[in-house]
């Protein structure tokens, strides 16, 4: 992704925190589809459910395979937003607490249920 490319994306999230954290996605992962994409947004989100999250708890929150869930997981680990949480597991990680709290916010009031 080009430096131009990456201010327009960042322009798109117009300053909402979680907007600007779903980018975060955009940024990390250019050359994967839209669609995939989306996905990973979409498992960002779930993720930010929980206080921490590690691949059996995603595939249970995005009601996938556990072998979807682990590949998902691999990458959500790639962002800056998600930090390992050592205490729970090797591979149990968590969403930044500003940024979980973003994105929960944004949740709650885009789709209360």
């Known amino acids: 992704m080009d430096f131009e490319h990456a ?3 960042l322009k798109k999230a117009d300053g ?3 907007s600007v954290r779903l980018a975060s996605v955009d940024l990390q992962f250019p050359d994967l589809s ?3 994409r989306a996905r990973l947004r979409e498992a ?3 993720a930010a ?3 921490w999250f590690d691949d059996k708890i995603l595939a249970a ?3 996938v395979a556990s072998d979807d869930a682990a590949q ?3 990458r959500l680990r790639q ?3 998600v930090e390992p949480f050592s205490a729970r597991g090797p591979i149990a990680s968590n969403v930044h607490e500003k940024s979980r709290l973003a994105l929960r916010a944004r949740m709650k009031k885009e789709v209360p249920a």
């Open 44 to 46: 960002l989100e779930a």
């Open 72 to 74: 998902t997981s691999v």
């Open 49 to 51: 459910v929980p206080h």
């Open 79 to 81: 962002l800056s937003v």
């Open 16 to 18: 909402d925190e979680a």
């Open 34 to 36: 839209e669609t995939e």
């Open 61 to 63: 929150l995005l009601n």
């Open 7 to 9: 201010l327009e994306v």
